[in-house]
């Protein structure tokens, strides 16, 4: 495992477990969240079920060893657990993955107090 793989690994345990207990203020790299979320700005990352998140929040999530957070676009239970599908808002495509339930890390409180749904 190379260390920054490593730091990826660990930043997402300790987001993890704060997120039990606290929400979280992070800032937010890229720009496919535009005009929503802008590079730099800081959302609020808070703790919900799965199977609460409706299509139309935006969740941050693990895919492919990084945190992207994106908007979810489908929502579908399989075999038990709750798939999504997202996108970014400033995106032409939907993402080249299937999020499962297990992957969502939280979800996305905008400064003006709403919960990144549509």
Same mark, same amino acid.
């Given at each position: 495992m190379t =260390?920054? /793989?490593a730091s990826? =690994? =660990?930043f997402i345990r300790a987001l993890r477990s704060? !997120? #039990?207990t606290h929400p979280v203020r992070i800032p937010m790299r890229g720009r496919s969240m !535009?005009?929503?979320v802008g590079h730099g700005e800081r959302v609020v990352i808070v703790s919900m079920p799965p199977g609460e998140i409706e299509c139309g929040a935006i969740v941050l999530f693990v895919a492919d060893g990084r945190t992207i !957070? /994106? #908007?979810?676009i489908y929502k579908e239970w399989v075999d038990g657990e709750v798939m999504f599908l997202t996108r970014g808002d400033n995106c032409q495509t939907l993402d080249?993955?299937?999020v499962p339930a297990r992957a969502i890390l939280g979800v996305a409180k905008l400064?003006?107090?709403a919960t990144g749904g549509a």
């Amino acid at each position: 495992m190379t =260390e920054t /793989h490593a730091s990826v =690994e =660990e930043f997402i345990r300790a987001l993890r477990s704060k !997120l #039990r207990t606290h929400p979280v203020r992070i800032p937010m790299r890229g720009r496919s969240m !535009l005009p929503t979320v802008g590079h730099g700005e800081r959302v609020v990352i808070v703790s919900m079920p799965p199977g609460e998140i409706e299509c139309g929040a935006i969740v941050l999530f693990v895919a492919d060893g990084r945190t992207i !957070l /994106h #908007r979810v676009i489908y929502k579908e239970w399989v075999d038990g657990e709750v798939m999504f599908l997202t996108r970014g808002d400033n995106c032409q495509t939907l993402d080249n993955w299937v999020v499962p339930a297990r992957a969502i890390l939280g979800v996305a409180k905008l400064d003006d107090g709403a919960t990144g749904g549509a």
